[in-house]
């Protein structure tokens, strides 16, 4: 899991980590937090071997083609598994309330709140939050604050700034959490990275 990641190792001397970040367009829907099967496509070991030697490349425009081979290869996994998803009719609902919950890490916005964006009862919000996303709302959105609380540690902003920033009520209340959730104090991050 993502949000389980608290450091990266590896066995040389230097590494570079690329992140792939990936916005669907088109008939594609891609579940929220569900595992899916995929399966390696024709020509899949080449296209992936082809992305790697341009992300070893110095030039921005290599590197951004080594991205789109990526996307091709995400593109291919989901187009083979398209007809085996079952999305929820208010898939485009929840996705649409999670952008606000990424809108709204500076304050506590109630399940409530988040059930009368989406025109639902609380009681069917939940359900079909936790159908899509495989948690409930309160869950999904305590864990989003926190990832943001980390974020901003790393970029040196100190617990007191994070605390206020992010709608803790105090930076002990963020500490504890972060630790309960991340397994380490939000003061470990820099030995953590």
């Known amino acids: 899991q993502w949000n389980e990641i608290s450091g990266y190792a590896c066995i040389e001397d230097q590494w570079n980590f690329w992140w ?43 590197r951004c083609l080594a991205s789109s081979c990526v996307v091709e290869m995400l593109y291919r ?5 398209v007809e085996s998803l079952s999305t929820s009719p208010y898939h485009s609902t929840i996705e649409t309330i999670i952008d606000k919950m990424n809108a709204h890490t500076n304050q506590l916005w109630t399940v409530k709140q988040m059930a009368d964006d989406a025109h ?3 009681r069917n919000f939940r359900k079909v939050f936790r159908e ?4 409930s709302p ?14 901003l540690l790393n970029q ?10 992010l709608g803790f009520s105090s930076p002990y209340h963020l ?13 470990s991050l820099k030995y953590w990275g």
């Not at 996994?77 to 598994?81: E, G, M, V």
């Not at 899509?132 to 948690?135: A, C, D, P, R």
């Not at 864990?143 to 974020?151: D, P």
């Not at 040196?156 to 920033?165: D, L, Y």
């Open 120 to 122: 639902m009862s609380e």
């Open 138 to 151: 309160k869950q999904f959105y305590h864990q989003l604050r926190l990832s943001f609380a980390r974020q």
């Open 175 to 187: 500490s504890r959490e972060f630790k309960a959730f991340f397994g380490i104090s939000p003061q």
């Open 20 to 62: 792939f970040e990936f916005t669907v367009t088109g008939p594609l829907k891609i579940p929220l937090n569900r595992v899916v099967s995929i399966y390696p496509f024709h020509k899949e070991a080449e296209l992936f071997r082809r992305a790697c030697q341009l992300l070893r490349r110095k030039e921005d425009t290599l």
């Open 156 to 165: 040196q902003n100190t617990i007191s700034q994070t605390a206020e920033k």
């Open 132 to 135: 899509v996303t495989g948690q």
């Open 77 to 81: 996994w989901l187009a083979s598994q």
